[in-house]
T-cell receptor, first 110, second 114 residues
C-alpha cells in the first residue's frame, strides 16, 4: 500500500484557488489517488479520485503528474466553508490498503 | 438518496462493558468498512466486509468484531471496553471492492468510555 505525504497545514485567502499537494512516490499501477475532507465532528467527505488522468467535478480538480508520484487537489474559489482537514489516499483495494494519514489542515481566511 | 447512516450518534459506556454500533450503507452498496478515529488523528481501518464476508482486518485486538447482514447493513461489536476505545467510529460503504469505487462515510458514532 502506498503511503502519502502532505503538508501539515496551509492557509488560503477566500475567493482564491487552494492548491493542496500530495506525494505518493510508491504508488503502484493499479492504485487510485483519492481525496477526502473532514470538517470537525463529521465523517470524511469524498471529493474526487483519479488513476492517471486529470479529473474535475463540481467540487474540485485533481491534477496527477505523469509519473503518478504526486498530485494536487485544486479548489478553484475557496470559501470559508472549505476550511477542513484534507486527506490524500493512494489505494487500490480497500481495507487495510486504504490508509489515512494526518492530512492537511486548510484554513480559508476572510 | 440517503447516505450512510450510523446509530447511535453518541454513546457513553463504562470500562468492561460491551457495545454494538450499527451502520446502514447507501442503497446498492455491497461493501462496508469500519474505521476508528481518535482525536487529532486520521481514521484507522478496522474491518472491511464485502458480500457478507470479511475481506480485511486492521491491527485491532480480538475484542473488536463485526458482521454484515443479508441486507448489507453491518454491526461493529467491541467487548471489554477500555478507556482507549473512546473514539469516533466511522462506517463507510462502497459499490464494490475495486479501486474505482469511492468510499462514502457516515458521520460516525462518538463513543466515550468512562
Amino acid at each position: 500500500d502506498a503511503k502519502t505525504t502532505q503538508p501539515t497545514s496551509m492557509d488560503c485567502a477566500e475567493g482564491r484557488a487552494a492548491n493542496l499537494p500530495c506525494n505518493h512516490s510508491t504508488i503502484s499501477g493499479n492504485e487510485y489517488v483519492y481525496w477526502y475532507r473532514q470538517i470537525h465532528s463529521q465523517g470524511p467527505q469524498y471529493i474526487i479520485h483519479g488513476l492517471k488522468n486529470n479529473e474535475t467535478n463540481e467540487m474540485a480538480s485533481l491534477i496527477i503528474t505523469e509519473d503518478r508520484k504526486s498530485s494536487t487537489l485544486i479548489l478553484p474559489h475557496a470559501t470559508l466553508r472549505d476550511t477542513a482537514v484534507y486527506y490524500c489516499i493512494a489505494g487500490g483495494r480497500y481495507g487495510q490498503n486504504f490508509v489515512f494519514g494526518p492530512g492537511t489542515r486548510l484554513s480559508v481566511l476572510p | 438518496d440517503a447516505g450512510v447512516t450510523q446509530s447511535p450518534t453518541h454513546l457513553i459506556k463504562t470500562r468492561g462493558q460491551h457495545v454494538t454500533l450499527r451502520c446502514s450503507p447507501i442503497s446498492g452498496h455491497k461493501s462496508v468498512s469500519w474505521y476508528q478515529q481518535v482525536l487529532g488523528q486520521g481514521p484507522q481501518f478496522i474491518f472491511q466486509y464485502y458480500e457478507k464476508e470479511e475481506r480485511g482486518r486492521g491491527n485491532f485486538p480480538d475484542r473488536f468484531s463485526a458482521r454484515q447482514f443479508p441486507n448489507y447493513s453491518s454491526e461493529l461489536n467491541v467487548n471489554a471496553l477500555l478507556l482507549g476505545d473512546s473514539a469516533l467510529y466511522l462506517c463507510a460503504s462502497s459499490l464494490g471492492q475495486t479501486g474505482n469505487s469511492p468510499l462514502h462515510f457516515g458521520n460516525g458514532t462518538r463513543l466515550t468510555v468512562t
